[in-house]
């Protein structure tokens, strides 16, 4: 930011370009001092900066999260829902924020009833594994864990506390355990105990971390 | 008489162009017979020394079981200061930076960074140098000429396990310092499980160490976590290893408190072996029906589990060893009397 756009900003009367760019400094932590004042004007008296605050964030979690985008500001949504309902035609569109718009909690909790993987904590987690099976080749030997008389059960994601994910490997479909996950975390923290740990062991844990906090 | 004379004369005769050829070996090549008579413990000692000596910027690629992962690292030391940033290519996006034997991982996709001090990266003198001399009973160094990998000259040493308890390594040490700069982990047939390499390298790269603690520092927007920790013994917590495993010492124990997770039960207990190169982990918690179904084996690149029930509780050894080597750990273990 030039000191000369930061002295317009000051003015409440600004053109909205500059108002953007000042937000897209403040969201990637670039302002101090003057700047950074003038950014936290803008954004109490200013409308349309919050919503360029809230687009650039979604934008950034977009780019960095490995899972995509997800729980979006509800003002944000409401907003999207708005001009969806003003553009599209009504069957297609608006179909997968329906819940928001309606604002049902009936239609939004039987959805997730019956969803097989219980909702976003499993689908959290399936993302995380399946960045860990990236990195390793998978072999269970556990008797009958991939027998097909299993597999019914698994679909129907048991109510036990177990979390079986199934996740793509090179070697196909394989069953993994979230406490295995942990464990093979926690093994890899402690457990480098080596005389090579310091010259490789570190940098070859640290490459294939295992996604540990996937669940939380 | 003449008989004597002989015997001394042809005696003479086989050990003088010995001796002459032995001394025309040696003396032209110094430098190979130094490298020739490294011992294990050298080598690994100047391994050591390079990590802790050399500032470098390069990329790390981990291969395992035929998939693949890689990251982008800076490495630097100051003084006994080391400092080291991980950036994954691969995968979920983590920077992980260490600063000694403290690690702090950023994970960008959940806002959380972790906090934790790794005992482990302090340990490595202790590991040559016990009065019982470890890793060299249970392994022995042989070298395999030279290659060059990620553009340098590397001097290729082969660890070789004495027995079948445990794996053998190939590593590739750059020839002027030592830095380990590939390493491969081998099963008993000598069959690569895992391998990993630097696949670009900047030795002595200007990395500043100020500008990494800094970035190690800039957790704001993040919650940060630190694992709850607590020190025991085995011994302690009412465990005992009825039979010790050729090489395996005792090396830590700790357990998690159940507050920092209570949704699965009580965090399990961390008992830590090691033979100076490979280590195994023996996690216990108790039985739970629901969850602990069916004893299992699973083997993910070098790393291999099992699992087994031992009365009230549920046992899961993990280990870079045999399968073999993580059973005698699962059945040696046993509840205090």
Known sequence: MNPKNTKNTKNIMKPSMQTSELMSALADGQLAGEDFAAALH?????????????TYHLIGDALRSAHGARSADPAFLSRLNQRLAQEASPAAAPRPVQPAVQGSPAVLS????????????RWKLVAGFASLAAVSAIAWNATGLLAPAAAPQLAQAPTSAQQVVVVA??????????RLEELLAAHKQLGGTSALQEPSGFLRNATFETPRNAGR | MNLKLLRLLALAGCTLPAVGYVAAQATPAPAASAVESRSINDWLMRMHEASRKR????TFVVSSGGA???AKIWHVCEGDQQMERVETLTGAPRSIFRHNDQVVTFMPDHKV?????????????QLLQSADGRIADYYKVKQEGAERVAGVEADIVLLVPKDSMRFGYRVWTEQKKGLVVKLQTLDTDGKVLEQAAFSELQLDAPVKMDKLLQMMGKVDGYRVEKPVLVKTTASAEGWVLKAPVAGFKPMSCYKRPATANPAPGEEPLQWIFSDGLASVSIFVEPFDRQRHERESSLSM???????????????????EVPMATLKLFANGLERKK
């Open chain 2, 113 to 125: 960074v972790r906090s934790e001090k790794r005992e482990s990266l302090g340990m490595f003198p």
């Open chain 2, 55 to 58: 500032s470098y910027i390069g």
């Open chain 1, 110 to 121: 039987d959805h997730r009833g019956q969803a097989a993987n219980d909702g976003e904590f």
């Open chain 2, 301 to 319: 690149g070098a790393t291999q589990t099992i699992t087994r029930q031992l009365d009230a509780y549920w046992v899961t050894v993990m280990g």
């Open chain 1, 42 to 54: 803008a954004s109490r008296h200013d409308d349309s900066a919050v919503e360029c605050w809230d």
């Open chain 2, 68 to 70: 693949m992962s890689s």
């Open chain 1, 169 to 178: 490997s090179p070697q196909g479909p394989m069953v993994r355990d979230a």
